[in-house]
Nanobody, 114 residues
Framework: QVQLVESGGGLVQPGGSLRLSCAAS????????MGWYRQAPGKQREWVAT???????SYADSAKGRFTISKDNAKMMLYLQMNSLNPEDTAIYYC????????WGRGTQVSVSS
């Protein structure tokens, strides 16, 4: 069983930055494929970024050039550095891990507003 706990969300002004964290449990963390997803009010959950167990990363078009996903295997942590935030980035951000099964965290709220 894998447990995921997100943190780091909050209220930020347009143009600001936030760093989201996801703490994971489990003995095979380095083998997990992990990602960040988000869900804005009234919208479906959408993919933001993925990092494979190899370290290869991929990003949604909306995240390219602004967001960076990273993973610290020793600390069993996943991160999402978000820069140049705009109101359209307002959403609940979820951490996802895939290893045999798929696991989700409960999310952390990110609000971008002046």
């Amino acid at each position: 069983q894998v447990q995921l706990v997100e943190s780091g969300g909050g209220l930020v002004q347009p143009g600001g930055s936030l760093r989201l964290s996801c703490a994971a449990s489990g003995s095979m963390f380095s083998a997990y494929a992990m990602g960040w997803y988000r869900q804005a009010p009234g919208k479906q959950r959408e993919w933001v970024a993925t990092i494979a167990s190899s370290g290869r990363t991929s990003y949604a078009d909306s995240a390219k050039g602004r967001f960076t996903i990273s993973k610290d295997n020793a600390k069993m942590m996943l991160y999402l550095q978000m820069n140049s935030l705009n109101p359209e980035d307002t959403a609940i951000y979820y951490c996802k891990a895939v290893y045999v099964n798929t696991y989700w965290g409960r999310g952390t709220q990110v609000s971008v507003s002046s």
